[in-house]
């Protein structure tokens, strides 16, 4: 039972990690680069980082926030886009996303 636990919770990381590449590649700034294999690397990179610098489980923690508060807004934005009928940059809803977490995770540090 613990091994199928443990897989899913995997499995469940591995789709977290993959949603989130894909969410940064959105940004403007990294979908101008045409080679597609760098704009993965380049979205890999804040991942990375946030494994050195925290320990595994805050590192969980903070993917974990980030992919509930990318998924928010990417349907928040959807419904916005739908209700006004406006053209919406794409990467607004991933920076947005990021922003909300960072203050989300400041204020449950302090």
Do not use: W
Not at 12 to 22: P, R
Not at 36 to 53: E, G, Q, T
């Amino acid at each position: 039972m613990f091994n199928i636990f443990m897989i899913f919770i995997i499995l469940l990381l591995l789709l977290m990690v993959i949603y989130i590449i894909k969410s940064f590649t959105m940004i403007k700034i990294i979908e101008k680069i045409k080679n597609k294999y760098i704009r993965v690397i380049i979205s890999l990179l804040p991942l990375i980082l946030v494994f050195i610098l925290f320990n595994y489980v805050n590192a969980v923690v903070i993917l974990f926030h980030l992919f509930i508060f990318l998924v928010l807004s990417q349907i928040l934005f959807f419904i916005y886009k739908k209700i006004s009928k406006k053209n919406i940059d794409k990467s607004i809803h991933v920076i947005c996303g990021i922003i909300i977490t960072v203050i989300y995770l400041s204020i449950g540090a302090y």
